[in-house]
């Protein structure tokens, strides 16, 4: 029986919907967007989030089979997308934006990456507009006995449907892997990478301390081809060989901030790694003294910053200005102590290994 000219009308008409659907999601989750008040956090965001995206990866391996595999059927592709709408789609968006206990971070990731699912999801609708139009034009053209031998997908269209399939599988993983590394996973992540930063940015000082600017020193010949790179893009200042203080503040930069890298390292050790996973029970407890996820949240900022501050730092550096490079090596040591300090006890607020090293760190630190 060839398929209902109706059907393949009705499912246009729902992928047209479906797209409005996700536009208005997608905006919903975009970074200014204001927590919804109205929808009621799941008890469990992350638990509700990776139910969810496994639920959607396995419509969408459905989705694509049905796509694949002729004839196209109208009926059941309705089905399916209805399923995802009212389903994982509204699930995901719904915990994403509740006003719940991930914290600004992880709410922050979670609404960039259910973005990116969605709209990996919305090609999937793509590919569907682009089979059942087709069909339909074959329909309107020849009636119903064009449409009666439907030859499946072009190879054209089926590796559209791979691929579109393959980055929704791709942004479920990741989203997967979000919810499960949990919190401290995210934090963790982050911290590495900011840490790297900085201690990218005080090699990179540390090479222009080195890099002394030598008169006396021979004049080109073993720069190889291409000359001075320095010369040709204009690089900064170099340091002079008589500028005894700007030196001596550099070499104090230098020291104070593979100590910041080494506070790095312990913070991530024994206060990110080990950062209590949040639980409705926890989330009540912590309702009495200090909420554990504000203190995360401010360490984090000064975990962010800190190698902004290095860059300030290094702009001083090749400006030659000692006086701005010391004020910007205080405030950047100034934090690296806050940050040691704020967490100086444990998540239950014991005092541990961490606490007895942190005030040696501090004293190190301070130290000339
Ligand atoms: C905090 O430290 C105490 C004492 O060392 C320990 O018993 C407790 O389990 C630690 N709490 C956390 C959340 O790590």
Sequence with gaps: MPPKPASLRTLLDLTSTTLALLTHFQSSLSPTATADASIPPPPNPLQALKACTSLLKSHTTTLSLLLLTPPLTPSAIITKIGDVSSGPLTGLV????????????????????VRRLLGAWGEVVGCVVRLAERRKKLE??????????????????????????GVVWEACDAL?????????GLVVRKAEEWRSVLLDAVEELKEWGDDVDDDDAEEGGSDGEFGDEDEMFGAA????????????????????????????????????????????????????????????????????????????????????????????LDKCCGEAKSAATLVKQNWSGNDDEFTAWSTKWVDALNAP
């Design 176 to 184: 997967v892997k979000l919810c499960d590394g949990g919190i401290a």
């Design 140 to 165: 309107d053209e020849g009636g119903a006995a064009q449409a009666k031998k439907d030859d499946g997908p072009t190879e054209g269209e089926r590796q559209a449907v791979l691929a579109a399939t």
């Design 94 to 113: 719904g915990a994403a934006v509740a006003e719940g206990e991930l914290g600004d971070l992880m709410q922050a990731e979670v609404k960039v990456q």
């Design 237 to 328: 200042n170099k340091l002079g060989k008589e500028d005894k203080e700007l030196k001596e503040v550099l070499d104090k930069s230098v020291k104070k901030l593979k100590m910041v890298g080494v506070l790095y390292q312990a913070l991530i050790k024994r206060r990110l790694k080990t950062f209590p996973s949040i639980s409705p029970a926890t989330a009540a407890s912590a309702k009495g003294h200090k909420n554990p996820m504000t203190t995360l949240e401010e360490l984090m900022k000064l975990i962010k910053s800190m190698p902004e501050q290095v860059d300030d730092l290094a702009s001083a550096f090749y400006d030659l200005d000692a006086d701005e490079a010391k004020t910007m």
